[in-house]
């Protein structure tokens, strides 16, 4: 099974443009669950430009189903919120301060040492890790020597070319999650995934266990409802 993790830091860009509670971030979180979505993911960023640490401290109370916590921990702040909060899950991105999102992977022979060691303090305190790798066999060898519990293969390259040249686009995830299988990695998966290529990729990698979703999934809500959206990406992935 292929859990659906939604990210809601598009509503809370949304709430944070007017400077109110609307849209109510928490009962987004809720309302998602309650359509069926298995997670809930948020990447608050230093600058608090959309998700803001407080946010990410009230959802640890609603979350029923798995929070996930996104973010660089070169961040001293972002380590000791995930340390307090404790989510399900802890997702390790390399991204720099004011990125506009995360647009690369891990060098895992590069960090290895400090991811190995973030992973262990995670990991000492109950809390599952993932990172955030290109779909390269490469990296994916190096996780593996990090510790971590699973890796987010950073699918931007497949969304982008699936349109032109699925077949193509989609090989090396196929080899990368077959070399995370025989390693024991857990594989997740993010970035621009959508209505159009998601059940495609669902197919071709193999023990796919949850994909991270936010701005398509977000901006088809706005057509076609919370709901309906959440069921709708969820029928992808059966
Ligand atoms: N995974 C990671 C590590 C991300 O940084 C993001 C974007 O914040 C996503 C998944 C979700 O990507 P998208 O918003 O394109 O669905």
Redesign the pocket.
């Known amino acids: 099974m292929t859990k659906l993790s939604v990210?809601i830091?598009?509503i809370a860009t949304l709430r944070n443009a007017r400077g109110g509670n609307i849209p109510d971030v928490i009962k987004a979180a809720r309302d998602i669950e309650r359509f069926g979505a298995q997670g809930i993911?948020v990447?608050p960023r230093p600058d608090e430009r959309h998700i803001t640490y407080r946010d990410v401290r009230e959802l640890k109370d609603v979350v029923k189903t798995e929070l996930n916590i996104?973010g660089n921990p070169k961040e001293k702040k972002f380590v000791d919120l995930v340390l307090e909060v404790k989510p399900h899950q802890v997702?390790l991105?390399p991204?720099a301060l004011g990125q506009l999102?995360?647009d690369h992977g891990w060098d895992t022979f590069a960090n290895k040492e400090f991811l190995k060691e973030m992973i262990s303090a995670f990991k000492a305190n109950g809390i599952r890790t993932s990172i955030?790798v290109n779909a390269d066999l490469k990296m994916i060898e190096g996780a593996k020597e990090t510790g971590t519990d699973r890796i987010?293969l950073?699918?931007?390259t497949y969304?982008k070319n699936f349109t032109t040249e699925k077949e193509k686009a989609i090989i090396p995830f196929t080899q990368s999650a077959t070399l995370a299988n025989e390693l024991g990695l857990g594989i997740n998966a993010?970035?621009?995934?959508?209505l159009n290529n998601l059940k495609y990729f669902k197919q071709h990698v193999p023990g796919l266990m949850e994909v991270?979703?936010?701005?398509?999934?977000?901006s088809d809500a706005l057509y076609l409802g919370l709901e309906n959206t959440v069921q709708m990406y969820l029928s992808q992935l059966k």
Do not use: C, M, R
Not at 190 to 194: E, M, T
Not at 212 to 218: F, K, Q, V, Y
């Open positions: 990210n830091n598009k993911t990447h996104e997702t991105v991204d999102t995360s955030f987010e950073y699918t931007e969304a993010g970035h621009d995934l959508s991270s979703i936010g701005h398509a999934l977000i």
